[in-house]
């Protein structure tokens, strides 16, 4: 079974930069969706952005467009959220999660359901 562990989470301030990595298992090194998404409290996990592994295209919310990028670094398994120009608002749990591609419109999608493996999770919060 695939096993993911977040890092890098932490304090940032407005304006600033933060980076998360989630370390995979091997069983994800291939053909797979890997994908970041967030949780503010009493909400719902929302999606933040993900990755299609066979060629890097990657797909985002448009809350983050322009601000945050998911990348790869294939020979270790790891998935990377770089979180530029941060807000307040960006104050929350990430997850990391992999799952099966869904295709035909676009390989990878954002919705939390389509993702049976997950991380435990990693808090970044933001002041102003």
């Known amino acids: 079974q695939v096993k993911l562990v977040e890092s890098g989470g932490g304090s940032g301030q407005a304006g600033g930069s933060l980076r998360l990595s989630c370390a995979a298992s091997t069983a994800t090194s291939h053909a797979y969706c890997m994908a970041w998404f967030r949780q503010f409290p009493g909400k719902e996990r929302e999606g933040v952005g993900v990755?299609?592994?066979?060629?890097?295209?990657?797909w985002y919310a448009d809350s983050v467009k322009g601000r945050f990028t998911v990348s790869q670094d294939n020979a270790n398994n790891t998935l990377y959220l770089q979180l530029n120009s941060l807000k307040p608002d960006d104050t929350a749990m990430y997850y990391c999660a992999a799952g099966p591609p869904a295709g035909p419109t676009q390989m990878c999608g954002l919705r939390s359901a389509s993702y049976p493996f997950w991380g435990q999770g990693t808090q970044v919060a933001v002041s102003s």
């Open positions: 990755i299609w592994t066979a060629d890097r295209s990657t």
